[in-house]
């Protein structure tokens, strides 16, 4: 089974930003649609964006729009995204999750491999 690891969190300020990446363990990941999703203390965990296999279909939450942007290298196995602008609410555990769907969905049960998380704090 694939396995992914992000990598990229750590603490910002306000206004700065962070590209978080995350490697998948095949090479059946082109395969995969892809997600970012995180999960604040206290909060259920929500959708940040997701592509689809080719990385030609985008999907980005309404908190994030215009701000994170998501993409994928298959070559490298490897999917990013790269947060601007970011401000303390963003503050939470990012997570990447693999989708044997063809599109980009945005349910977590869509997804049925997921990495271990990387925190990703923002100070005011």
């Known amino acids: 089974q694939v396995q992914l690891v992000e990598s990229g969190g750590g603490l910002v300020q306000t206004g700065g930003s962070l590209r978080l990446s995350c490697l998948a363990s095949e090479r059946t990941f082109s395969t995969a649609a892809m997600g970012w999703f995180r999960q604040a203390p206290g909060k259920e965990r929500e959708v940040v964006a997701t592509i689809s296999r080719s990385g030609r279909n985008t999907y980005y939450s309404d908190s994030v729009k215009g701000r994170f942007t998501i993409s994928r290298d298959n070559a490298k196995n490897t999917v990013y995204l790269q947060m601007d602008s970011l401000k303390p609410e963003d503050t939470a555990v990012y997570y990447c999750?693999?989708?044997?769907?063809?599109?980009?969905?945005?349910?977590?049960?869509?997804?049925?491999?997921w990495g271990q998380g990387t925190q990703v704090t923002v100070s005011s």
């Open positions: 999750a693999a989708s044997g769907s063809s599109y980009a969905p945005i349910n977590a049960y869509e997804y049925a491999v």
